[in-house]
């Protein structure tokens, strides 16, 4: 174990790294919660065309540093990283979207293996889950509840696929073992611009112990319990809506509303 690094994860997302560390289920889900609520989503590297490499060493300056965050194949990278130094088994896999305009996406979410062999599909970017903030069984058949929405893995064409409660909370498995290389080219790709989703907006987002925080453009929400609060950011105001996130207002280089 890189016991320097770990204790700075540990840190990183506002928990004291224990003396002892069992890769059980509890603590697999107090990670989970931990690092949905402190490290947000965010794009910004497609704004200002300044690419991050999906190897560790990058992320951990970029995430545990300086204190910023990054899409899936970052945050998932790093935290796949971590459990792994912890002693979880892990496997990175790419995910397609059921839901029409994510479909051409290839998403990174993790299958983590803890100490008694119990399997456990963990996202940390994915918007479903970071409103519910648990890894679900990995466990074919299996309907589950989560914060009263209902998950299940089934076997659909040969591949694993997560089924939710909506079409955008459902996606299949299609790449197992994606490397932090595929990562990195999906970034330099879509800052060379050919996006298949078209015109990059801004846009972070992180759950937090009470709800979720989203800025999309120059939109800002929050999303607490049963109210939200909503907010159109001036170009003046959007430092101020990246400090909602504990994240520096970065310039893109070209404008993205």
Not at 64 to 78: F, P, R, S
Not at 160 to 183: K, N, T
Not at 223 to 242: G, H, R, T, V
Request: glycine share 8%.
């Amino acid at each position: 174990m890189d016991e320097a690094r770990v204790k700075q994860y540990f840190e990183r997302i506002g928990l004291t790294m224990p003396e002892s560390i069992t890769p059980d289920a509890a603590l697999l889900e107090k990670l989970t919660f931990h690092n949905i609520i402190s490290i947000p989503y965010e794009n910004t590297q497609f704004l200002t065309k300044k690419c991050v490499s999906c190897n560790t060493d990058d992320l951990f300056q970029r995430i545990v540093k300086e204190k910023k965050g990054g899409i899936c194949h970052d945050i998932a990278g790093l935290f796949g990283w971590f459990l792994t130094e912890l002693g979880y088994e892990v496997m990175p896999v790419g995910t397609v979207s059921f839901y029409e305009k994510l479909r051409s996406h290839i998403h990174k979410t993790l299958i983590v293996t803890d100490r008694d062999g119990t399997r456990w599909l963990t996202e940390t970017t994915f918007s479903t889950f970071m409103n519910c903030k648990k890894p679900i069984r990995f466990v074919p058949g299996m309907k589950q509840l989560l914060d009263g929405e209902e998950f299940l893995i089934e076997e659909r064409d040969g591949k694993m696929c997560l089924i939710g409660p909506s079409e955008s909370a459902s996606f299949r498995m299609e790449y197992p073992g994606i490397s932090p290389e595929i990562g990195t080219k999906i970034k330099e790709y879509t800052i060379a611009g050919h996006d298949p989703a078209g015109k990059i907006k801004r846009m972070i987002s992180i759950g937090t112990p009470e709800g979720r925080r989203t800025l999309f453009g120059n939109s800002y929400r929050e999303y607490f319990k049963d109210s939200i609060y909503c907010y159109d950011c001036p170009p003046e105001q959007l430092p101020w809506a990246y400090a909602q996130f504990g994240l520096p207002y970065e310039e893109p280089c070209d404008a993205a509303d």
